[in-house]
Nanobody, 120 residues
């Protein structure tokens, strides 16, 4: 599956952004979809995941209560609503897809990333 992330940008602290990730493939509704991020000089870290089927969601503690992941299976797209952004949220955000149904997801496909910069 091919993934195309977009919707990053520059925002002041306290602001909001809503990156999206469009996926190819005819079985998007059966993919677990996730968001990860990588800040300069740091390892890539998990941000959020939304499962297929029930659409269960999980978040990293650092974003819980501020970020919301959602999906639109008719548009083959997953979103990450990011509110109350902090400078420490600055990173390249990557979307990922797991094409097998097991849990935890085995993310085998990755998008190219979209830059999110939060100024103080």
């Amino acid at each position: 599956v091919q993934l195309q992330a977009s919707g990053g940008g520059l925002v002041q602290a306290g602001g909001s952004l809503r990156p999206s990730c469009a996926a190819s493939g005819r079985t998007f509704s059966r993919y677990h979809m996730g968001w990860f991020r990588q800040a300069p000089g740091k390892d890539r870290e998990f941000v959020s995941v939304i499962g297929w089927g029930s659409g269960s969601t999980h978040y990293a503690d650092s974003v819980k209560g501020r970020f919301t992941i959602s999906r639109d299976n008719a548009k083959n797209t997953v979103y990450l609503q990011m509110n109350s952004l902090k400078p420490e949220d600055t990173a390249v955000y990557y979307c990922a897809a797991a094409e097998t149904p097991g849990w935890p997801p085995d993310f085998g496909s990755w998008g190219q990333g979209t830059q999110v910069t939060v100024s103080s």
